[in-house]
T-cell receptor, first 111, second 115 residues
């Protein structure tokens, strides 16, 4: 069974600060996705990274896929209250359409 | 275009009762999924359907059955509910976006409590 561990599990920071959350595994994935989930709603896809070493930017969010395709990070610059939510990473096992989800990082941005 | 819809939004069952969770998508996706979400455990796959008429077990299938009624609808049935099945249930569908990459779209969830 493939496992994805996310750290930290909880993170609470002040508005305007920078932060990084991590997603780590001992398994190789063909691609890795990041989702954000708000209370009472389903997860919403933010980004998919496919190539080892790939970096994608989505406004203030920067996503990186590790060279060995076993890990990923999400960096948020100048965090805003609207960034509050549960961030989930999910790995794709070489296109079999079954994602393995990480344990999640619950982020709270304090105004 | 409603995306993925789920009913009901909330449900309380007594141990031993049965119920069916309904899911429908209007995006013409082939693949559909049922997940459960428990605190600190992310999302765990219960069942998966790659196309109409096919289903496959996921990580935690015990105590559940599914039916892929047609391309749009995928239902999840609890035959005899147990307190361990208290959870939030999400339905999702997916579409290929090129190469080996695909995107999953989730419904709003069903919050189930078994007493």
């Amino acid at each position: 069974t493939q496992l994805l561990e996310q750290s930290p599990q909880f993170l609470s920071i002040q508005e305007g600060e920078n932060l990084t959350v991590y997603c780590n595994s001992s398994s190789v994935f063909s691609s890795l996705q990041w989702y954000r989930q708000e209370p009472g709603e389903g997860p919403v896809l933010l980004v998919t990274v496919v190539t080892g070493g790939e970096v994608k930017k989505l406004k203030r969010l920067t996503f990186q896929f590790g060279d060995a395709r076993k890990d990923s990070s999400l960096h948020i610059t100048a965090a805003q209250p609207g960034d509050t939510g549960l961030y989930l990473c999910a790995g794709d096992d070489f296109g079999n359409e079954k994602l393995t989800f990480g344990t999640g990082t619950r982020l709270t941005i304090i105004p | 275009n409603a995306g993925v819809t789920q009913t009901p939004k909330f449900q309380v069952l007594k141990t031993g009762q049965s119920m069916t969770l309904q899911c429908a998508q209007d995006m013409n996706h082939n693949s559909m999924y049922w997940y459960r979400q428990d605190p600190g455990m992310g999302l765990r796959l219960i069942y998966y359907s790659a196309s109409e008429g096919t289903t496959d077990k996921g990580e935690v299938p015990n105590g559940y059955n599914v039916s892929r009624l047609n391309k749009r609808e995928f239902s999840l049935r609890l035959e005899s509910a147990a307190p361990s099945q208290t959870s939030v249930y999400f339905c999702a569908s997916s579409d290929w976006v090129g190469g080996s990459s695909y995107e999953q779209y989730f419904g709003p969830g069903t919050r189930l409590t078994v007493t």
